[in-house]
């Protein structure tokens, strides 16, 4: 049975920081492309960052490039997600996600396996 548990969620301050760690079973993590997604209440879930199977390409949504950086080790079968300096736009639901295919890429339909989500709230 595949799971993807997100942990770290809460209240952090604008300007903060805050990691977000996934903790991955069931599956060989080092098939899958994993993607940070979140989101908002009203709002379309929308995909923060994505990270290739062996970790060599990354790729973020330009609202959060230079502020959050997404990371894994396969060896330990865990994805993270390190945002800094977040804005109270950034308050949302953050799920992870795993996809397979020859490229990682960030459309919510390309993905297998999602997690039950962690809340983030950004103060001002």
């Known amino acids: 049975q595949v799971q993807l548990v997100e942990s770290g969620g809460g209240l952090v301050q604008a300007g903060g920081s805050l990691r977000l760690s996934c903790a991955v079973s069931?599956?060989?993590?080092?098939?899958?492309?994993m993607a940070w997604f979140r989101q908002a209440p009203g709002r379309e879930r929308e995909c923060v960052a994505v990270?290739?199977?062996?970790?060599?390409?990354?790729d973020y949504t330009a609202s959060v490039k230079r502020r959050f950086t997404v990371s894994r080790e396969n060896a330990l079968n865990m994805v993270y997600l390190q945002m800094n300096a977040p804005t109270p736009e950034g308050t949302a639901v953050y799920y992870c996600?795993?996809?397979?295919?020859?490229?990682?890429?960030?459309?919510?339909?390309?993905?297998?396996?999602w997690g039950q989500g962690a809340q983030v709230t950004v103060s001002s």
């Open positions: 996600a795993s996809h397979r295919g020859i490229f990682m890429v960030m459309r919510t339909s390309a993905n297998d396996y």
């Open positions: 069931g599956l060989s993590l080092s098939d899958y492309h």
């Open positions: 990270i290739s199977r062996s970790s060599s390409t990354t």
